[in-house]
């Protein structure tokens, strides 16, 4: 029965070491910028306590753990570069459905960044001066729902854009481009929402984007009550999953895709 | 286009400034196309014009918002922030409008075989790389947020400006793009002998500039700071130019770092092309199918 899903997964996973032996480098860049952002953080603390209730040793855990679980708190299928390069209209003839397909790909990914990445980024914490504990192991534990939680809100959110840009015809780039930018920015991926100016940390707090990265981060370093935060997850899940899956149906027969 | 093609056909054996008028030309030509292409198409237009603000912005905003929350970062006044992030805006943004259509992303031309493309057109390569990716119209759009950052930054900061200063702004500004561009060809190079697997080498090089420009790098130690003026020359990319310019450098010559970098870089790029051009003259593209398809 699962069968399927965990192939298709594990290909998408092997594929990574057949198709680019450079991606290696990637990771590489990525744990540059992990280490800068450490460092501004640093520097912006220098000589103060806590910001806003958050400590240094909390931010740069947030920090860390953002980086560490990026593809989980920014979830993106491959459903955008398929309109690009035409496959998408193969995917209607496989025995899965779409969302399916897509969904268990991006995992298949995840599995790679998350040994040859993630993982280490963990263990090597330490040595860049960061506790990667969470805040105590009830907040661990929660930390792991709210982490599924905020996969079923951020794969709706990119099945609603990827909808859009099909429904406005718009550059299938371009909207994942905006998509990337934006959600960085609102999601509190980057920044912690408590440390925006002027307030503006608790309105993002009230849109779906928080759901998906900034919910997860705080319950990881107790700067936040879990239950209350957990139960607007799963308020922004449902709606959003039930729109994704209307635009998708009403506007899939509008879809233009070429390629070759 | 065919009679445009003819009146830009360049005589045999023209060399250096020689080739100034046809790429004067070219350069009009390329502007022309791109003004037809804003004109013909709005709603594409719009969507990536728009696109590309809000991700220009969004790259920076991020910083801005630190810089305000705590009133600066380490020695940067909040002014000198919005400075440095204007720069680092339009030096992408210059980048963009210069270098557009993937010739700043120079990896994903080399490893797609769309090189052969270039090298097929009567004329230098060097010559076609400078003007086929000149976007004036829809370019402009994102250059524009930049300097508007940067004037604001500029209004709210101390500083006399003279002419000399802003040519030194000019020169920075130029040596900065320089260097990004350089920077990207220097990694875009390993394609030659990688086409599949360094396609997108670009993107990952590209992501890592957007990522990092706009912080300042102070206080990251010598090493780090070292690593990322030599072998990632990030810091040369808005940080060292805008250090210099608003007179946090103790040093007037450090104004003259920039430009000495772009040189430095812009050499060590065109040496590592010629070398892959030299390989790719013996082995060619092996990405298209004899029935034309990509492999």
């Not at chain 1, 959600?183 to 503006?200: D, R, T």
């Not at chain 2, 918002?65 to 440095?84: A, C, M, N």
Request: some cysteine.
């Amino acid at each position: 029965m699962l069968r399927k899903y965990t192939k298709t997964a594990a290909m998408t996973a092997a594929s990574y070491f057949g198709e680019s032996p450079l991606f290696l480098l990637d990771y590489a860049l990525r744990l540059l910028r992990v280490i800068v952002l450490l460092s501004i953080w640093r520097v912006l603390f220098a000589g103060k306590g806590s910001v806003a209730g958050i400590s240094l040793g909390a931010v740069l855990t947030y920090s860390l753990i953002s980086e560490t679980f990026a593809e989980q708190l920014y979830c993106q299928t491959d459903l955008i570069s398929s309109f690009w390069n035409g496959s998408i209209t193969t995917r209607y003839l496989r025995p899965m459905s779409v969302f399916s397909q897509f969904s268990v790909e991006m995992y298949g990914k995840w599995s790679v960044n998350f040994a040859v990445f993630s993982l280490p980024l963990l263990v090597c914490a330490p040595l860049f001066g960061v506790d990667p504990l969470p805040h105590s192991p009830l907040n661990g534990l929660l930390f792991l729902v709210s982490l599924a939680l905020a996969v079923w809100v951020g794969l709706a959110i990119e099945f609603i854009f990827c909808a859009l840009a099909v429904v406005w015809e718009m550059p299938a780039y371009a909207v994942e481009r905006v998509r990337g930018a934006v959600s960085v920015l609102l999601s509190g991926a980057f920044i912690p929402l408590a440390l925006m100016p002027w307030g503006i940390g608790r309105v993002f707090g009230w849109l779906p984007f928080a759901a998906t990265a900034s919910t997860p981060l705080r319950i990881y370093t107790g700067t936040g009550a879990p239950l209350p935060l957990m139960l607007a997850q799963l308020g922004w899940a449902i709606p959003l999953w039930l729109l994704a899956k209307r635009l998708w149906r009403i506007n899939q027969e509008k879809m233009v895709s070429y390629g070759g | 286009m065919a009679a445009e093609t003819v009146r830009t056909e360049t005589p045999k054996h023209t060399s250096g400034i020689g080739y100034l008028p046809r790429l004067l030309r070219l350069l009009w030509l390329y502007g022309r196309l791109d003004l037809l292409w804003v004109t013909r198409d709005m709603r594409t237009f719009l969507s990536w014009t728009l696109s590309e603000i809000v991700i220009s912005l969004a790259s920076v905003t991020g910083m801005w918002l630190l810089s305000e929350r705590f009133l600066g970062i380490g020695v940067w006044t909040r002014p000198q922030v919005l400075f440095l992030l204007g720069y680092a805006a339009t030096v992408s943004g210059l980048t963009e409008l210069l270098f557009g259509y993937n010739v700043a992303m120079i990896s994903r031309r080399i490893g797609r075989g769309q090189l052969d493309h270039t090298l097929i057109q009567p004329q230098p390569l060097w010559l076609s790389l400078l003007t086929e990716g000149f976007v004036p119209i829809s370019g402009s759009l994102v250059v524009l947020p930049g300097v508007g950052l940067m004037l604001w930054g500029l209004h709210r900061l101390p500083i006399h400006i003279t002419l000399i200063w802003i040519l030194w702004l000019m020169l920075s500004l130029a040596a900065s793009v320089g260097v990004a561009l350089a920077y990207q060809f220097v990694w875009g190079s390993i394609a030659f002998w990688a086409p599949r697997s360094a396609e997108e080498i670009n993107t990952s090089t590209s992501r890592l500039v957007d990522q990092l420009k706009p912080y300042p790098l102070d206080g990251l130690g010598i090493a780090m700071t070292g690593g990322l003026l030599s072998v990632l020359p990030i810091g040369f990319v808005a940080w060292m130019p805008c250090h210099a310019l608003i007179g946090l450098s103790v040093s007037p010559y450090v104004l003259w770092a920039t430009p000495i970098a772009a040189l430095v870089f812009g050499l060590l790029a065109a040496g590592l092309f010629r070398l892959g051009m030299r390989h790719y003259g013996r082995v060619g593209s092996q990405r298209y199918s004899p029935f034309g398809h990509r492999n």
